[in-house]
């Protein structure tokens, strides 16, 4: 295990190269040979980090944060920093039958009309999703779950 911290941050990361098995068992169903395991292992640093709006670091982390820095970890991107600004300047729409690894799910949480975009997770596979709970922090759910159904607004692929 490797311990690393930076002066620029208070995100303290510790890298562990799980492989296949193990996190397949973390997350709950199958990680193949064609899945991207930087993905995975990235998001199993941050599973079971509490919520807190506007945090970023390792005490707690929004969704948007989480987004933003798992985008820039693994696929070297910088995206925007909060939700309805990720969709709107990174992203192109695309259909929730389209969804693949890594892109991004949107969702109307607040039940806001002026701001119907307030949440935001990565698509995994199998219609699982990795996103920060305001009652679990960082976890896995399914677009199936009655709550996402009901808060779907969209899907999007970073360009």
Known sequence: M???????????????NYDRKELSQLYGFT??????LNLYREAAIWLNTPHCDGGTGNSCIDCSY?????????YNQEI???????????????????????????????KSRSNPISHVGIYLKDG????????????????DEDY???AWICAGRVR
């Open 148 to 150: 996402y159904r009901k």
């Open 80 to 110: 925007a920093r909060n939700s309805r600004d990720i969709f709107s300047k990174n992203c192109k729409e695309i259909s929730k039958n389209r969804l693949q690894e890594g892109d991004l799910v949107f969702f109307n949480t607040m």
């Open 31 to 36: 990680i193949s040979n064609h899945d991207n």
């Open 2 to 16: 490797i311990s690393l911290t930076s002066c620029k941050s208070k995100h303290h990361v510790s890298i562990r």
């Open 128 to 143: 699982k999703f990795i996103h920060t709970s305001t009652s679990k922090g960082v976890m896995v759910s399914s677009l």
């Open 66 to 74: 989480f987004v933003y820095l798992i985008y820039k970890t693994v």
